[in-house]
């Protein structure tokens, strides 16, 4: 479904446009990321759960190149990494509701950006992550091998390969249209690809039909954050039609409020007005982080060449 090509199409100069916009937005935000989290809003399973796909971004951002990074990219980098050094300690050292995984994924993320804190080996070996057990989705086994591949850790015998996780993964989810389901689909993707960083290890033009076909019916919704990571995804599985692509483009950017940030599926503009001040940030924060942050991810990912299928 997808070439191929260096030519910036016109949906990538519109992903530009937003991307200037949000990568403004959650670099101002950042410490919310981080400890004022726990000011204003209830406590995490893990601590540094959010700043985690601050990290991640940030990551995305480095693979241009020298040269080619976004000249914001550094200054949210920077934001990003101050927040997450601000909840390390927080975060804790003893595995929590969300396991020592997170933790290890935390520390390796710093450690891919040049700041590293500590060992993951000496973390791994004192709190061994858990295979997910019967019964769970296959993506948490999928992301668990994600997290040690980042980490450079060996995966225990049990946990079985990114093939025939990935295959799991897509018998599951792939499907089903509900929303459960189309977020299993995305964190498929992303997690057997390292967020596009490598090709899918299964049938790419199998997947560009199922992410098409779920981007139409989340735009049909206006659902800008599953929109948003379907179009990152299909961007890597190849490309969605270009029209299709296009449409979220313009519809992400129409969306976009004026200090950068879009509104996630919680958001309501009559909640909004009826606060002020902090308790105003703090709402905006709450509901737009999410959607803001996967929306630069899709927009820095668009102006890469679509997989060959």
């Given at each position: ?169 897509v018998a599951e989810h792939a499907g089903r249209t509900g929303e459960y389901d189309a977020y299993g689909v995305t964190h498929t993707v992303l997690y057997a690809t390292d967020f596009g960083a490598r090709p899918l290890p299964g049938d790419a033009s199998r997947m560009a039909r199922v992410l098409t076909g779920l981007l139409r019916a989340y735009l049909d ?89």
């Amino acid at each position: 479904m997808g070439t191929e090509t260096g030519t910036p199409t016109p949906q990538h100069g519109t992903a530009s446009g937003v991307l200037d916009g949000a990568l403004a937005w959650l670099t101002d935000h950042a410490p919310w990321f981080g400890t004022r989290w726990d000011e204003h809003f209830p406590p995490r399973d893990f601590a540094g759960a959010t700043v985690l796909e601050l990290l991640m971004l940030c990551r995305l951002l480095r693979r241009g190149g020298p040269g080619t990074a976004h000249p914001g990219a550094a200054r949210l980098e920077r934001a990003a990494v101050a927040a997450a050094l601000d909840v390390l300690p927080e975060a804790g050292d003893a595995p929590g509701p969300a396991g020592p995984a997170h933790r290890l994924w935390l520390l390796a993320l710093l450690a891919d950006l040049g700041r590293p804190t500590g060992t993951v080996t000496a973390l791994a070996e004192r709190h061994p992550p858990a295979v997910p057990g019967p019964g769970t989705s296959p993506v948490h086994a999928l992301e668990l091998r994600h997290v040690l591949g980042l980490a450079g850790l060996p995966a225990p015998p049990e946990l079985p390969g990114t093939e025939p996780l990935y295959d799991a993964c897509v018998a599951e989810h792939a499907g089903r249209t509900g929303e459960y389901d189309a977020y299993g689909v995305t964190h498929t993707v992303l997690y057997a690809t390292d967020f596009g960083a490598r090709p899918l290890p299964g049938d790419a033009s199998r997947m560009a039909r199922v992410l098409t076909g779920l981007l139409r019916a989340y735009l049909d919704e206006g659902h800008l954050d599953l929109a948003a990571e379907l179009l990152l995804c299909a961007r890597i599985a190849g490309g969605a039609d270009p029209g299709l692509e296009r449409r979220g483009w313009e519809e992400l950017a129409a969306a976009q409020r004026p200090d950068g940030s879009l509104p996630g599926p919680p958001f309501d503009a009559a909640v909004l007005a009826g606060r002020a001040g902090e308790r105003a940030t703090a709402y905006v924060f709450r509901t737009c982080y999410h959607t803001t942050l996967v929306t630069a991810m899709a927009a820095a990912r668009a102006g890469a060449p679509a997989a060959r299928p």
